[in-house]
């Protein structure tokens, strides 16, 4: 009776012509017989009983976004759209269902529709459907008419808590008060908002993950309920979480290590035992272990064992890279042209809690020799530097300048800044084309610098600050000019913005100056200032511009430049590859007075690849009236 019964109920509800598919097919009325009249029936059918499927077409009226949703998710929907994609294809019958198949859908699309509409916080619809008369050579016309209504909304929201959250509470203990806290100000429906059931999926989730992360990683929950008045288009929803005990941190224990110490990891914890747990700690320490460039795979956790809770233990599991790697490279920079290097690193040299890189660089331009002694970390992530370097460079102007450089200093980390003090000593000579002595100095200086990241990127910012920020006091002897003290101060701020339309905005400004009693007093000229080259002032080579002095260009003791950039996705389907529109300007002198700025300007490209920006672009020096190519990879703080 199943049959019969659908297509009276879809004519009773005017779901269906009074005239509309009144035959039923063969296999429907046989089913409607008793067994002994089956076999006649079916013998004695009319012949338009077996007419074709019927060729039919759906029509949805509603709100865009309902319309989307419903055209997505309904039954009756989805197989219409399969059906125009196989007719696209040119398949036979490719639109072909059965009648009785085709009402049972048309009966199941109000409630269908219903369900998903309640899902989007509309709980008083009103849902029309109707289908057209069958015409020879026409189609049918099956219309779902949707009138949402208003939607619903919270009116009140009752939270209460169970287990050790509880007692807490009880208590008046300032951090679990501070946790309920959030946990109301962070509900993803506060009272007055539209209720819709994924948004209440959500908000329960986000809570329970919330207490997780705060102390509570057994957190569950005792029931949660919305009651929906849909007269009144409210929502009245209440929650009981169980907390479950509340965890402390315990002894950490560490697998893996062969060769390096203990310490380089246990110094690097950013909590301390019997601290209550939080989850942000736990990736905090990962990433910083991760950081140390002395294990190629880093895994830390906590036992969740109740019965531990007070001194939960922390693994720490790590497998050690390679004590030594050695690296050749051949390259080129429109900076520094072609150039060959040779690194070698050893991660516990000398059998002690120290990393060494030397790194050799043959360069047309810039060659050198560098060692970096860096201690694994000591608590308060501290770490000492001391550094050596032999130095040559060659200018624009074939004046060659050659230096030696050693520095003694410690690093303090942090999550966004950075404090490194140093001792320094540089000697620098700046020599002529013409093989004229232009620059004997040496010096002695201390320096405290900082740098800010402040980013939503380490390697691909798009959103954020970053600066860098030195000052520095120091004593020069000179052989040909005056000594003395002087000082030295250096700052660069940059700038990520993201924009409307896709756009992506970095600005930068720069900005030094060394002072001292006088003119004369000599500095060694790598403490001095120049600019130019890809990430200073494109359009110019690399630090070639600076101040003329007997025939060889040195550094200035004032300098400034700024640069602004827009960037936009060629196509949106790749938006890792970009275009770059920019404008940089800058200038060195003795000082601020005397700086010319210099203006270049261009366009590029970028590709964001997963070390980093790849930028490649064409800028026009408008003193210099040329155009030139630069190609860097990578940021600079």
Known sequence: ??????????????????????????????????????????????????????????????????????????????????????????????????????????????????????????????????????????????????????????????????????????????????????????????????????????????????????????????????????????????????SGPVFHFGDIAIEGLKVQPASAILNLAPF??????REQSLLDFQERVQKLNLFDSVFINMDPDPAKADGAPVTVQVHELPLQQA????????????????????????????????????????SSLQVDLTSHPNPGRKRWLVSGQLARETDSTDSVTTSERFRFGQLREGERLELTRYVEYQSARVNANTGVKVSDATAVSFTQQYAWRDVDSQVLPTKGITALASAGLGHSFATSESSGLFSRLYGRLTWYRPLPWGWDATTRVEGGRVLSRGESVSVPDPLLFRAGGDESVRGYGYRSIGVTRDGALVGGRAMTTLSGELAHPFLKKYPSILGAVFFDAGGVGDQFADIKMQRGYGAGIRWRSPVGPLKIDLAYGEQQKSFRVHFSVGITL
């Open 1 to 242: 009776m199943t049959a019969r019964f659908l297509v009276l109920s879809c004519v009773a509800w005017g779901l269906l012509p009074s005239g509309a598919w009144a035959q039923q097919d063969v296999q429907d009325k046989a089913a409607l017989l008793p067994p002994e009249a089956a076999a006649s029936a079916a013998a004695q059918a009319p012949r338009q009983a077996r007419r074709p499927p019927p060729v039919w077409k759906l029509d949805i009226e509603a709100p865009r976004d309902l319309d989307k949703l419903l055209s997505t998710y309904l039954d009756l929907a989805r197989y219409h759209e399969e059906a125009e994609s196989e007719a696209e294809k040119g398949t036979a019958n490719a639109n072909a269902i059965r009648r009785s198949e085709l009402r049972r859908l048309v009966a199941a699309a109000p409630d269908q529709a219903r369900g998903l509409l309640e899902a989007q916080g509309y709980f008083a619809p009103q849902i029309h459907t109707s289908v057209s008369e069958e015409v020879v050579g026409q189609p049918l016309v099956i219309k779902l008419v949707v009138q949402p209504g208003p939607r619903t909304r919270v009116s009140r929201v009752q939270m209460v808590f169970e287990g050790a959250l509880d007692t807490a509470l009880s208590k008046e203990e300032a951090e679990a008060k501070e946790l309920v806290a959030d946990l109301e100000s962070e509900w993803a429906l506060p009272a007055g908002s539209i209720f819709t059931q994924p948004t209440w999926s959500a908000a329960k989730n986000g809570m329970l993950a919330q207490m997780r992360a705060e102390g509570y990683p057994l957190a569950t929950w005792s029931g949660t309920s919305a009651t929906v008045d849909a007269q009144q288009k409210t929502a009245a929803l209440f929650v009981v979480a169980d």
């Open 272 to 277: 301390a035992k019997g601290q209550v747990y």
């Open 327 to 366: 690296t050749v490279g051949v390259g080129a920079s429109s900076d520094t042209g072609p150039r060959i290097s040779v690194e070698h690193l050893h991660r516990h040299v000398f059998n002690q809690a120290w990393q060494a890189k030397t790194k050799l660089q043959l360069a047309k331009v810039d």
